[in-house]
């Protein structure tokens, strides 16, 4: 057996040692502080200096070893995790040893003045106070350089994952000094990639420092590392996601660690050190919304949000919440999910008195109770059925809470004197090739007739907004979530057309977006997103592949399995027809549609109900294509209405 063989098996148990306890290092102080006495005593008499205190000796070093007794208690240096001692660590002992110093020395100074006799030395006190700083400070480095030989040790080599830092600022240094000191130790750091070095000549903690004379995946593979840490907070977008699919190609993976406050928290930075995430390669520049004129509106007031426990609903609470509402009303039907968020939004840092009710936005009677009890000043509607597959078969329930649902939230903010109503409605209501599209086309022009018809009244009562975007990334039932369990599951991963497209955009840009659009709308607007580049579905499905670090046809396949009904190969975000304004976010556009006249639209949506009540469903859906002419479907039985 080899002596490395032999260190790992006798000190495998090392793995689960955290720290020395406190009362063990407080202990081994105070024995150091007695050696350090005893040291100077033996060392001052073998050189021949003869001193007689004023009282005996055993009293002077007891006065010595009670005044570090007492600055270790006051100061806490027995507190800190000896195998992470720090230059921060050290000043600390030398401030309390020089604390010490300067309270031995007046007392001697004082004791000489008063009685004509010295307590010892003050070569003496400088002595023993250096020689216990020093033996202090060697105990704590010597414990971090056991702790981490035996810690080396007794890990399998070929566990670690070998890993490079992008970066060698102070951010890159204090990742490489957190996973090393890890525990247990997950990463073995082979070296750090420095984008501004003209050479490689450079070491940091005892490892090669490689300028960026070549691709990363290049250098990451030359030091024989699997992997990629990215530490330099100033790559932009777009350099980061060159780096990232560059090393996807090498099958390296990439860890991203977030924007910390706290670098030198060592447990901390190890354990936000994350994989990158598919929402880390959108090909998006990020939001900045205007906060001020968002916190005017909403702080203070009574805000309500349906649909509160679904994906885009539950990051509007969320943000809204951090604007401090006077109340914040959380509707939904779905009652686990609204419990779920209610337990969670209590725990954030807002003074809003959060209220969730379980209700439906299909039920008028229930709505109003809710609008009489708290009067919401201004309303996020997010509660909609989204599937198209599902709403394909089952028109009327698209019609009930789709069309019927957002009905009902606008009368009721009307007649109950809301500030704002805010939609949220989404891209397959453009051109609509399905009954989910179609039925959201429809609660737009409500809520637009809605607000012109005030206009022409004069009536300021309430202002109308929608806000239409695409696919959000990790939403409930979208490909995301979708696509990571059936990777988990080892696949294959069901794409509907190779060719198909989708606008991408993560939960809080979304609703971001959505709280800066409610705020700057004057009524009767809708309000269209940037979305950034379309995504190829099949591109996005072999990057997450890469990403959970397998190998796309081979480890995990992609079954292509024909579109679904009603299903677009691509989305659009404006009517055929319809242009667009500028706002003064370069990230939101106002859609110019053709507005319907109020009464139309009320009386249609009155002839929906009726033949959705009936289950009338080709009916239905034949009204549906009266009111929104350009509903075309695509791959659906109802095309032969067309």
């Not at 406190?22 to 200096?49: A, M």
């Not at 290049?218 to 030091?223: A, D, I, K, M």
């Not at 971001?512 to 309000?527: D, F, H, K």
């Given at each position: 057996?080899?002596?490395?063989?032999?260190?790992?098996?006798?000190?495998?148990?090392?793995?689960?040692?955290?720290?020395?306890?406190?009362?063990?290092?407080?202990?081994?102080?105070?024995?150091?502080?007695?050696?350090?006495?005893?040291?100077?005593?033996?060392?001052?008499?073998?050189?021949?200096?003869?001193?007689?205190?004023?009282?005996?000796?055993?009293?002077?070093?007891?006065?010595?070893?009670?005044?570090?007794?007492?600055?270790?208690?006051?100061?806490?240096?027995?507190?800190?995790?000896?195998?992470?001692?720090?230059?921060?660590?050290?000043?600390?002992?030398?401030?309390?040893?020089?604390?010490?110093?300067?309270?031995?020395?007046?007392?001697?100074?004082?004791?000489?003045?008063?009685?004509?006799?010295?307590?010892?030395?003050?070569?003496?006190?400088?002595?023993?106070?250096?020689?216990?700083?020093?033996?202090?400070?060697?105990?704590?480095?010597?414990?971090?350089?056991?702790?981490?030989?035996?810690?080396?040790?007794?890990?399998?080599?070929?566990?670690?994952?070998?890993?490079?830092?992008?970066?060698?600022?102070?951010?890159?240094?204090?990742?490489?000094?957190?996973?090393i000191s890890e525990i247990p130790k997950k990463y073995k750091l082979e070296g750090f990639i420095n984008p501004h070095a003209k050479n490689s000549n450079n070491r940091i903690l005892n490892v090669p420092v490689l300028a960026k004379i070549r691709k990363v995946s290049v250098l990451?593979?030359?030091?024989?590392?699997?992997?990629?840490?990215?530490?330099?907070?100033?790559?932009?977008?777009?350099?980061?996601?060159?780096?990232?699919?560059?090393?996807?190609?090498?099958?390296?993976?990439?860890?991203?660690?977030?924007?910390?406050?706290?670098?030198?928290?060592?447990?901390?930075?190890?354990?936000?050190?994350?994989?990158?995430?598919?929402?880390?390669?959108?090909?998006?520049?990020?939001?900045?919304?205007?906060?001020?004129?968002?916190?005017?509106?909403?702080?203070?007031?009574?805000?309500?949000?349906?649909?509160?426990?679904?994906?885009?609903?539950?990051?509007?609470?969320?943000?809204?919440?951090?604007?401090?509402?006077?109340?914040?009303?959380?509707?939904?039907?779905?009652?686990?999910p609204l419990h779920h968020i209610s337990l969670e939004i209590s725990k954030c840092n807002t003074t809003a008195e959060i209220i969730c009710i379980i209700a439906d936005v299909r039920n008028y009677d229930s709505l109003e109770r809710v609008f009489n009890d708290y009067k919401p000043?201004?309303?996020?509607?997010?509660?909609?059925?989204?599937?198209?597959?599902?709403?394909?078969?089952?028109?009327?329930?698209?019609?009930?809470?789709?069309?019927?649902?957002?009905?009902?939230?606008?009368?009721?903010?009307?007649?109950?004197?809301?500030?704002?109503?805010?939609?949220?409605?989404?891209?397959?209501?453009?051109?609509?090739?399905?009954?989910?599209?179609?039925?959201?086309?429809?609660?737009?022009?409500?809520?637009?007739?809605?607000?012109?018809?005030?206009?022409?009244?004069?009536?300021?009562?309430?202002?109308?907004?929608?806000?239409?975007?695409?696919?959000?990334?990790?939403?409930?039932?979208?490909?995301?979530?979708?696509?990571?369990?059936?990777?988990?599951?080892?696949?294959?991963?069901?794409?509907?057309?190779?060719?198909?497209?989708?606008?991408?955009?993560?939960?809080?840009?979304?609703?971001?977006?959505?709280?800066?659009?409610?705020?700057?709308?004057?009524?009767?607007?809708?309000?269209?997103?940037?979305?950034?580049?379309?995504?190829?579905?099949?591109?996005?499905?072999?990057?997450?592949?890469?990403?959970?670090?397998?190998?796309?046809?081979?480890?995990?396949?992609?079954?292509?399995?024909?579109?679904?009904?009603?299903?677009?190969?691509?989305?659009?975000?404006?009517?055929?027809?319809?242009?667009?304004?500028?706002?003064?976010?370069?990230?939101?556009?106002?859609?110019?549609?053709?507005?319907?006249?109020?009464?139309?639209?009320?009386?249609?949506?009155?002839?929906?109900?009726?033949?959705?009540?009936?289950?009338?469903?080709?009916?239905?859906?034949?009204?549906?294509?009266?009111?929104?002419?350009?509903?075309?479907?695509?791959?659906?039985?109802?095309?032969?209405?067309?």
């Amino acid at each position: 057996m080899t002596l490395s063989k032999k260190i790992q098996r006798n000190f495998s148990h090392l793995k689960t040692i955290q720290y020395l306890p406190r009362w063990t290092i407080f202990s081994i102080d105070i024995s150091i502080v007695i050696l350090s006495v005893i040291t100077t005593h033996f060392i001052l008499s073998g050189v021949g200096i003869q001193f007689k205190p004023i009282i005996q000796t055993p009293y002077v070093f007891i006065l010595f070893i009670v005044i570090h007794l007492l600055f270790f208690l006051r100061f806490r240096t027995y507190t800190g995790i000896v195998r992470h001692t720090t230059l921060n660590d050290a000043a600390k002992l030398f401030f309390v040893e020089s604390l010490c110093f300067i309270i031995l020395y007046i007392t001697n100074t004082a004791v000489d003045l008063i009685f004509d006799g010295r307590l010892f030395l003050n070569t003496q006190l400088l002595m023993s106070i250096s020689i216990t700083y020093g033996l202090l400070l060697v105990f704590r480095l010597a414990v971090k350089v056991c702790f981490d030989f035996f810690s080396e040790y007794s890990h399998d080599h070929q566990q670690y994952i070998k890993t490079v830092i992008y970066g060698s600022d102070d951010r890159a240094i204090a990742v490489a000094n957190a996973i090393i000191s890890e525990i247990p130790k997950k990463y073995k750091l082979e070296g750090f990639i420095n984008p501004h070095a003209k050479n490689s000549n450079n070491r940091i903690l005892n490892v090669p420092v490689l300028a960026k004379i070549r691709k990363v995946s290049v250098l990451v593979r030359t030091l024989g590392a699997k992997t990629l840490i990215i530490a330099d907070e100033n790559l932009t977008k777009d350099e980061k996601i060159e780096i990232i699919e560059d090393c996807l190609n090498y099958n390296i993976k990439v860890y991203n660690l977030p924007r910390l406050t706290d670098i030198n928290d060592q447990k901390k930075v190890a354990s936000n050190i994350r994989k990158i995430k598919i929402e880390d390669l959108l090909e998006r520049k990020p939001i900045v919304i205007n906060n001020n004129e968002i916190s005017d509106q909403i702080k203070d007031k009574v805000v309500l949000v349906s649909g509160a426990a679904g994906s885009i609903g539950s990051e509007i609470v969320w943000q809204v919440a951090a604007f401090n509402p006077k109340k914040l009303i959380l509707l939904d039907q779905a009652e686990t999910p609204l419990h779920h968020i209610s337990l969670e939004i209590s725990k954030c840092n807002t003074t809003a008195e959060i209220i969730c009710i379980i209700a439906d936005v299909r039920n008028y009677d229930s709505l109003e109770r809710v609008f009489n009890d708290y009067k919401p000043n201004i309303v996020y509607h997010a509660a909609a059925y989204k599937h198209v597959p599902l709403m394909e078969m089952n028109p009327q329930q698209a019609i009930f809470t789709n069309v019927l649902g957002s009905k009902y939230m606008a009368d009721l903010s009307l007649k109950y004197k809301a500030e704002r109503f805010v939609m949220v409605s989404t891209d397959k209501a453009v051109n609509p090739s399905n009954v989910m599209g179609a039925s959201k086309r429809i609660a737009e022009k409500y809520v637009q007739s809605l607000a012109q018809k005030l206009k022409k009244e004069n009536n300021q009562t309430t202002k109308y907004i929608t806000t239409r975007f695409g696919n959000v990334l990790g939403s409930n039932g979208s490909v995301v979530p979708l696509f990571t369990k059936q990777i988990e599951n080892g696949g294959p991963i069901t794409i509907t057309h190779p060719d198909i497209i989708r606008y991408f955009m993560t939960i809080p840009e979304a609703c971001q977006l959505v709280l800066e659009a409610g705020s700057m709308g004057n009524g009767g607007e809708i309000y269209i997103f940037d979305m950034g580049k379309p995504v190829k579905i099949i591109d996005l499905a072999t990057k997450m592949i890469k990403l959970a670090g397998l190998e796309p046809k081979q480890d995990i396949e992609i079954k292509i399995v024909g579109l679904r009904p009603g299903e677009k190969l691509y989305e659009e975000l404006l009517n055929d027809g319809s242009t667009t304004l500028p706002t003064h976010h370069e990230k939101i556009m106002i859609a110019q549609d053709v507005q319907e006249d109020h009464e139309f639209i009320s009386n249609q949506i009155d002839e929906l109900k009726s033949l959705s009540s009936a289950y009338l469903v080709i009916d239905t859906v034949a009204t549906m294509k009266k009111i929104v002419p350009e509903f075309k479907s695509l791959n659906s039985t109802f095309e032969k209405l067309d």
